[in-house]
T-cell receptor
Framework: AQSVTQLDSHVSVSEGTPVLLRCNYS??????LFWYVQHPNKGLQLLLK????ATLVKGINGFEAEFKKSETSFHLTKPSAHMSDAAEYFC??????????????WGLGTSLAVNP | GAGVSQSPSNKVTEKGKDVELRCDPI?????LYWYRQSLGQGLEFLIY????????KSGLPSDRFSAERTGGSVSTLTIQRTQQEDSAVYLC?????????FGEGSRLTVL
């Protein structure tokens, strides 16, 4: 069975410092992994996705994530936080074999606060 | 339009009333999903439409919930006899292959 665990429900960083949002997954097959961001009162937006190509994935707004199969992790990072990064972040795992995205499993989200 | 459009953006209703939430997908996107996002919870899958196939309704929480998709385009999610626990943001997402594109959601508040 697939599952995804976001290890922190809330993360607070200072502007200009690194961001680390942690995600661990469990999947019986080769997964696709995604990070989505949701700003207050806005829709969900795809930050980046891993689909069995390069293990280090670069996304929008300076974010990147590294797929580590041995650790079953897909942590999201950014070298320097900006105030506009304050949002809710969701880690998502999908079973490639399902083929229709119905098997998308969503984490509970991590709320990122950026302090001036 | 360029993106997934949902209406209304906000809906406040009284317990026991029926509500309809609308989703206009991106043109040409054959797959359409409804999700529910409750406060402090992750996204909960509700229903999935793919082309002319029978929809996957396995995520609907009760028989008060129903959805239809007319002509493979616009979809309506209907909640009958609303309850306070139905209060949430209802998200519609569509895709062709790969990435899901989400609307901004309809926030439902049941008093």
């Amino acid at each position: 069975a697939q599952s995804v665990t976001q290890l922190d429900s809330h993360v607070s960083v200072s502007e200009g410092t690194p961001v680390l949002l942690r995600c661990n997954y469990s999947s019986s097959y080769s997964p696709s992994l995604f990070w989505y961001v949701q700003h207050p009162n806005k829709g969900l937006q795809l930050l980046l996705k891993y689909t069995s190509a390069a293990t280090l994935v670069k996304g929008i707004n300076g974010f990147e994530a590294e797929f580590k199969k041995s650790e079953t992790s897909f942590h999201l990072t950014k070298p320097s936080a900006h105030m506009s990064d304050a949002a809710e972040y969701f880690c998502v795992v999908s079973d490639l074999r399902a083929g229709n995205n119905r098997k998308l499993i969503w984490g509970l989200g991590t709320s990122l606060a950026v302090n001036p | 339009g360029a993106g997934v459009s949902q209406s209304p953006s906000n809906k406040v209703t009284e317990k026991g009333k029926d509500v309809e939430l609308r989703c206009d997908p991106i043109s040409g996107h054959t797959a359409l999903y409804w999700y529910r996002q409750s406060l402090g919870q992750g996204l909960e899958f509700l229903i999935y439409f793919q082309g002319n196939s029978a929809p996957d309704k396995s995520g609907l929480p009760s028989d008060r919930f129903s959805a239809e998709r007319t002509g493979g385009s616009v979809s309506t999610l209907t909640i009958q006899r609303t309850q306070q626990e139905d209060s949430a943001v209802y998200l519609c997402a569509t895709r062709t292959t790969g990435e899901l594109f989400f609307g901004e959601g309809s926030r439902l508040t049941v008093l």
